[in-house]
């Protein structure tokens, strides 16, 4: 849903909008991550992912992504 690339730095921000009832779990995330590995020409760029859930977050995938380069936007409030 949303691509950015810097080519001078070589830094990529890729994000996925889910706009449903139901609460995004990780695997929302190892899609698009998947999705960024079949993008030739990103190959050597730094990945950074957004993720926009109209219902939140799952508890688990909080937890598990905590790691990652990773910005996440839930509901319209915090869009604002």
Do not use: N, P, Y
Not at 20 to 34: D, F, T, W
């Amino acid at each position: 849903d949303i691509a950015a690339a810097g080519m001078k730095d070589r830094v990529v921000l890729l994000g996925e909008c889910k706009w449903s009832r139901h609460k995004v779990g990780v695997q929302v995330l190892q899609e698009l991550k998947a999705k960024a590995e079949r993008l030739d020409r990103l190959q050597g760029f730094k990945h950074h992912f957004a993720l926009f859930s109209r219902s939140g977050f799952e508890a688990g995938f909080l937890k598990e992504s905590s790691t990652e380069s990773l910005l996440l936007f839930e509901g319209l409030d915090r869009l604002r």
